[in-house]
């Protein structure tokens, strides 16, 4: 991605001022839809570059000129793809509340009309997506309550969706319900719903290689769900290291080699290692575990950064080693 430069971010402030401007001078007369659309593709440019604050100054720009939109149909249908916009911005800035607000709008606004226009899959993915925010704040019981209300509504749209979509967005709504199970302490029902939507998205990853990075992440959840089920049972942890292997398998045909990818292989490896501290191999666990560390993104580590330092921690101390001086 390309960061902006000082002059751009210039250029983009006062680029906002006039549209700003222009909105105000249209509030009498209307907003002519191809001025939404303006602010849409700028937005998106910004979004693609990870310029996330920016995009989001664009998009409040944009609600403003929604406001005096004048075509009914055209704001409602507009309205509902700024808001989902600001859904997933909102994400990416770890701003969870803001996101879980714009997905409940663009679900009302796309509930009234709006997706109509939409591919017959979005009823389902926002709310599966509206579940999985509610599932980064803890709120258990919502995040399953969206999740079930969105594998109501892809069953009720099955014919209507092309197959390899629609068992795309099975496949993530079961993912979904992993984690949640998976924190839930339901190990049984992570590792079912995990080992679910891990075989969809390997079988869809022969025709698509990009399935290839979304089975990965199900099967690190279902190497999880063993472990911790193997942990409170006293169980063999095999079938957890099978399943971490089987993440790295698949995760290796994926086609690119980007962040993403070093994200999902450090979260194997961060797994795996944990995996490894419970059979008591203290050495190859913090092997492991540095590697998980060195692997990630700062964005990863912003996410996880006590899980990672954490668990370094306790092998360094059960390996014998020093531990190393790391700010967090």
């Known amino acids: ?36 659309e303006e602010l849409g593709s700028v937005y998106q440019d910004l979004e693609n570059r990870g310029e996330y604050v920016e995009a989001l100054e664009v998009l409040e720009v944009t609600f403003q000129g929604l406001r005096y939109l004048k075509h009914p149909r055209a704001r409602q249908e507009l309205s509902y793809k700024v808001w989902r916009s600001k859904g997933v911005t909102s ?31 979005m009823p389902a993915t926002n709310r599966r997506e509206l579940g999985s925010m509610y599932w980064r704040v803890g709120a258990h019981s919502e995040a399953l309550r969206n999740l079930s209300i969105a594998e109501g509504n892809l069953e009720r749209d099955r014919a209507a969706i092309y197959k390899p979509e629609f068992l795309d967005e099975l496949a993530r709504i079961r993912a979904a319900f992993g984690l949640v199970y998976l924190d839930l302490g339901r190990f049984t029902d992570a590792a079912e719903s995990a080992a679910e939507a891990a075989r969809i998205h390997e ?126």
């Open 1 to 36: 991605m390309v960061e902006l430069g000082s002059e751009e971010r210039a250029n983009l402030r006062r680029w906002l001022d006039r549209k700003r401007m222009e909105i105000k001078r249209r509030r009498r007369t209307g907003v002519d839809p191809r001025l939404i």
């Open 91 to 121: 994400l990416w800035l770890g701003r969870h509340g803001d996101s879980i607000e714009a997905y409940e709008k663009a679900i009302e606004f796309g509930e009234k009309g709006a997706y109509a226009n939409e591919k017959p899959r």
């Open 203 to 328: 079988e869809l990853g022969e025709q698509d290689p990009q399935r290839f990075m979304q089975a990965a992440i199900a099967y690190t959840t279902l190497g999880n769900a063993r472990r911790e089920a193997a942990q409170e049972l006293e169980a063999d942890l095999r079938p957890a290291f099978a399943a971490f292997d089987d993440a790295l398998r698949v995760l290796k045909r994926y086609l690119s080699r980007d962040e993403e990818y070093t994200d999902r292989e450090s979260d194997i490896y961060l797994g795996r290692g944990r995996a490894l501290l419970l059979d008591a191999e203290y050495e190859t666990a913090l092997q492991h575990l540095e590697r998980s560390l060195s692997l990630a993104s700062h964005k990863n580590i912003a996410q996880h950064a006590a899980a990672h330092y954490l668990y370094v921690g306790e092998a360094q101390a059960k390996s014998g080693r020093k531990p190393l001086r790391k700010s967090l």
